[in-house]
């Protein structure tokens, strides 16, 4: 990170907030992602965790064992020192069955925005992802960003129930609801393939900063993985 243009500011009385950028993008997430992966390498147990949002890391540290004034210190140098670390970042894929049988909304996107089914599958599918955050639900995960022609906002009234597995969209981002729970994004689609296993080590798939891939599969192909058709 040569020309640095990080931001610290103090958080609470153990955490410091570290502010990349006010742009969000798939570089920014990767550059924060890094700066995670050498924090909790170089530091160690003086981090008890470092939250990573779209633009920012909370860094929570241990109060007892370092001061305010030097892990701010220790946080800076790793940052200087960022611009030479390598960071693998995953791209994973997922079958998608894009149909109206589980994806009760995708007939009226294509329909609002002059487009087919088809389009609508070719544009989602071609897409990479970053994973830019992980919340709302243990494994979902927000996914950005959407071909700008899918765009679309959140429904005026969310569903109280989405089924698990089920493909989104809300505005420029996408994602896949982990397990059945209300929800307010636009469903074009489901994902046989679970993205939350708390017996798994680690429990999701992938982590902030990866890429995620969609792979368009047929019905049968999806009954064949698990999915559910109700």
């Known amino acids: 990170m040569s020309n640095p243009s990080y931001r610290i500011f103090d958080a609470s009385e153990n955490a410091v907030i570290v502010y990349f950028s006010d742009i969000v993008s798939s570089e920014q997430t990767q550059k924060i992602a890094a700066f995670s992966h ?8 003086l981090i008890v965790d470092v939250t990573i949002s779209y633009t920012s890391a909370l860094v929570t540290y241990q109060s007892l064992t370092i001061d305010h004034f030097s892990i701010k210190q220790k946080i800076k ?8 670390t390598a960071f693998l970042v995953k791209q ?45 639900a243990p494994g979902f995960a927000f996914l950005g960003e959407v071909n700008p022609i ?10 109280k ?10 505005d420029r981002q996408t994602a896949v609801y982990p397990a059945a729970s209300p929800g307010g994004w636009n469903l074009i689609g489901n994902c046989p393939v679970s993205l939350f296993d708390a017996a798994n080590t680690p429990p999701l798939p992938f982590n902030i900063g990866d890429s995620v891939k969609f792979i368009p599969i047929e019905r049968n192909e999806f009954i064949r993985l698990g999915g559910h058709i109700d």
Not at 38 to 45: H, P
Not at 77 to 84: E, G
Not at 92 to 120: C, F, M, Q, R, W
């Open 38 to 45: 050498a924090l909790k390498t170089s530091l160690g147990e």
């Open 161 to 170: 129930k989405v089924a698990k597995g089920s493909i989104a969209i809300a």
């Open 150 to 159: 899918l765009a679309t906002p959140r429904l005026a009234t969310p569903r």
């Open 77 to 84: 140098s790793v940052l200087t020192q960022l611009n030479d």
């Open 92 to 136: 994973i894929e997922l079958p998608a069955y894009y149909h109206s049988e589980v994806g009760a909304d995708i007939n009226a996107i294509a329909k609002a925005k002059n487009l087919t089914v088809t389009d609508i599958i070719k544009y989602h599918s071609e897409q990479i992802y970053s994973v830019f955050a992980i919340g709302f």
